[in-house]
């Protein structure tokens, strides 16, 4: 399955980044150049259950193609949502329904990262997101 452009794009920086420490910086950087989501969105309705932190999630569907909106009240969690995101915006439903989300992060260099607890949390994220695409 071929990966859309952003995840292309966040796969040769994460990939190029020598050692944690720019991973870790990079992952703020994706974190932080997620669009705010309005008053709206962010209601109780739209908060993605099973995260520690506060994540909240829209989607729609354009011309059989997802596109997703989220974000968090903790800084590195925007960037690991920020990161799937980039995975999964443009992809179809069936699509949607493949992506593998522990083998994202192992590409990105992440996983070693990734406490259950946030692992937990961004797969109750996809689940969000294939609930919404289903």
């Known amino acids: ?3 859309p452009a952003d995840a292309v794009t966040a ?4 990939q190029a980044a020598a050692g944690w420490e ?3 910086r990079l992952l703020m950087q994706w974190g932080d150049r ?3 989501l309005s008053d709206t969105d962010r209601s109780e309705a739209n908060r993605v259950h099973g995260c520690e932190s506060q ?8 011309d059989g193609h997802w596109q997703f909106a989220a974000n968090s009240d903790a800084r590195l969690i925007r960037g690991l949502v920020a990161l799937l995101l980039a995975r999964v915006n443009g992809l179809s439903t069936q699509e949607l329904q493949q992506v ?10 992440l ?8 692992s937990n949390g961004l797969n109750a994220v996809l689940q969000r997101m294939r ?4």
């Open 11 to 14: 796969l040769q920086a994460f």
């Open 34 to 36: 997620l669009p705010a």
């Open 111 to 118: 996983s070693r990262q990734l406490s259950s607890s946030r």
């Open 100 to 109: 593998d989300l522990p083998d994202w992060f192992n590409q990105l260099g």
């Open 55 to 62: 994540v909240w999630l829209v989607g729609a569907l354009h």
């Open 22 to 24: 720019q991973r870790a």
């Open 1 to 3: 399955m071929s990966l």
């Open 131 to 134: 609930e919404l695409s289903a």
